[in-house]
């Protein structure tokens, strides 16, 4: 039954780092070991103590609405959730780029290196609209040019 | 072989075999290659009529014998006529897939995904060819995006490259292509596939290629430039795809594929990552209706410069199609991120009936035990989906 859950997640989780980011608006995008074991996240990997947090605050990844919901939850119940045990709150420590798992490297170093955040979409801030618009471009004077004779 | 023509059209297309088919098993039919029936040597692109024609004779569910001849019903979007340079085809694939919605699975419900919307052309004038695809998907695909609506459907376009026939069987193009690696499927959730990147869902890239096949070799490079639908440039990878593939018979076809990539900041991992794979494949068919698919490849993964993780991953496939049209398969697979853990390798079992009912209609139920990707230590468990494709 796990799996079934887990395989849901991984249709659409590769989303998630830039949701989390957005909500808490953090200076970059989490790696996906924020909540998984392993750097390329998967399914049935989300077993750091953050993603416990979350799915006991009522995450669902069936339902993006409730991470707002959960990180809010999670921020409320102070060193109820201090998964590396500093004595600050996981939400709280993650807003300032900082990892609440017990171990792991930061996600937003403070001397400016944070990875910058992944954009998705020719039209996206880093996308390239000049090698798709090409593509198409030539795709498209093609037909016309076939259609003509 | 159910008329004299259709024989005739099946040992020409096996005499000028060339890559690899989206159907692989048609391998079943004499294929080594698919050059013959789609329009990007590779395959798994918009079918050339002679591709349409095969569709309805061999591959949908015949329920009065074979005229030889499909008619104009192979044709685009049932019959519409389109002038020998241009070759246009739509795609639609839904999928539905039930699911608990919560860990006590109290409650269920059914998900829908709209995988495929494509409409796909391919131009020849020529030694000149164009070929473009532009669709929409409710979700994922995300390497393929064109707009970047981050909370549902997207404009996709997966591939685009302009290319021109240098000499027989030699292919030189330019553009967003799928990686040249192993054996190219539809089915994209393949361990081999996505733990390789060289789905032909989302994970074309852009660059120039060239691709050769005659007689019982086929062969094809790519240098990768880049995915350019994604950004900043940290995050493209460089490097080769490359596969050779010899097929000593029409039923039997064995090959060996290489893949290197670099990358300064890895979309998955975050970090600087160098990527590797290289392994061998293999598409025999004993009998002309069961067919074997395997693929082993050997990965490495080196993140930020440290030691690469070795792993493995493939699949044995049997295919079988008792009745014209209707297809059981049975697919092994595992895949391991890194030999070196303690993790389990995955591991998944899929049986799948797909049957091709209709004209441009097929309806494919997989029902598999095991992770949906390459996540070694999972806990394995049930799932199943069902899709319906309907192409114009």
């Not at chain 1, 900082?98 to 955040?117: K, L, M, R, S």
């Not at chain 2, 098993?25 to 329009?39: D, E, S, V």
Request: hydrophobic share 40%; glycine share 12%.
């Amino acid at each position: 039954m796990s799996l079934l859950l887990a395989v849901n997640a991984a249709f659409a989780l590769s989303n998630f780092p830039g949701l989390v980011q957005d909500e808490l608006a953090m200076d970059c995008a989490p790696s996906c070991m924020l909540c998984h074991t392993t750097p390329a996240g998967g399914a049935g990997t989300a077993t750091q103590s953050f993603a416990d947090a979350l799915a006991a605050e009522g995450f669902s990844v069936a339902d993006t609405a409730t991470l707002a919901t959960a990180l809010a939850a999670v921020q409320s119940k102070g060193t109820t959730y201090d998964g590396n045990g500093d004595g600050v709150n996981d939400v709280d420590e993650l807003a300032v780029g900082e990892n609440p798992n017990a171990d792991g490297t930061d996600f937003c170093p403070a001397d400016g290196d944070a990875p910058p955040t992944l954009t998705r979409g020719c039209f996206a801030e880093g996308g390239d609209t000049a090698a798709a618009g090409l593509g198409l471009g030539l795709a498209a004077a093609a037909l016309r040019r076939a259609r003509r004779r | 072989m159910r008329s004299l023509p259709a024989l005739l059209l099946l040992l020409a297309a096996g005499f000028f075999a060339r890559p690899a088919f989206a159907y692989p098993f048609m391998i079943g039919h004499g294929y080594t290659g698919c050059a013959q029936c789609h329009t990007d040597p590779s395959g798994g692109s918009a079918l050339t009529e002679y591709g349409r024609a095969q569709a309805e004779i061999f591959m949908r569910s015949a329920y009065a014998p074979s005229k030889g001849d499909p008619g104009r019903i192979k044709d685009f979007a049932f019959g519409v006529p389109l002038p020998k340079e241009l070759q246009l085809q739509g795609d639609v694939r839904g999928l539905l897939y039930p699911r608990p919605t919560d860990a006590a699975a109290t409650e269920w419900t059914v998900r829908t995904l709209l995988m495929q919307a494509d409409l796909r052309a391919h131009v020849k004038l020529g030694g000149l060819r164009a070929y473009g695809s532009v669709g929409y998907v409710s979700e994922g695909a995300d390497l393929a995006w064109i707009t970047s609506n981050t909370s549902g459907g997207n404009v996709v376009s997966r591939e685009y490259w302009v290319g021109y026939d240098v000499m027989k069987g030699l292919l030189v193009r330019g553009g967003r292509l799928a990686l040249p690696y192993g054996i190219r499927s539809e089915e994209h959730l393949l361990y081999a596939r996505s733990a390789t990147r060289t789905t032909t869902n989302d994970d074309q890239q852009l660059g120039l290629d060239a691709v050769y096949g005659r007689g019982k070799f086929r062969a094809e490079l790519m240098g990768i430039a880049g995915n350019f639908q994604i950004g900043p440039d940290d995050y493209r990878e460089r490097g080769y795809s490359a596969l050779f593939a010899y097929a000593p018979m029409n039923t039997l076809e064995v090959g060996v594929s290489s893949l290197f990539t670099t990358t300064a900041l890895d979309y998955e991992a975050l970090l600087p990552r160098d990527r590797q794979a290289h392994g061998v494949f293999a598409r025999y068919a004993p009998l002309e209706k069961v067919r074997f698919l395997a693929e082993g490849h050997v990965t490495v993964s080196s993140l930020d410069g440290e030691a690469g993780l070795v792993g493995s991953v493939g699949y044995l496939q049997v295919d079988t199609e008792p009745v014209q049209g209707l297809h059981v398969k049975g697919t092994g697979e595992w895949c391991e991120t890194d030999h070196a853990d303690d993790l389990d390798p995955a591991g998944r079992g899929t049986a799948t009936v797909q049957w091709f009912f209709a004209p441009h209609m097929d309806v494919r139920l997989d029902a598999m035990y095991g992770p949906l990707y390459c996540t070694p230590g999972v806990e394995p468990g049930p799932a199943a989906t069902a899709q319906l494709h309907l192409f114009l």
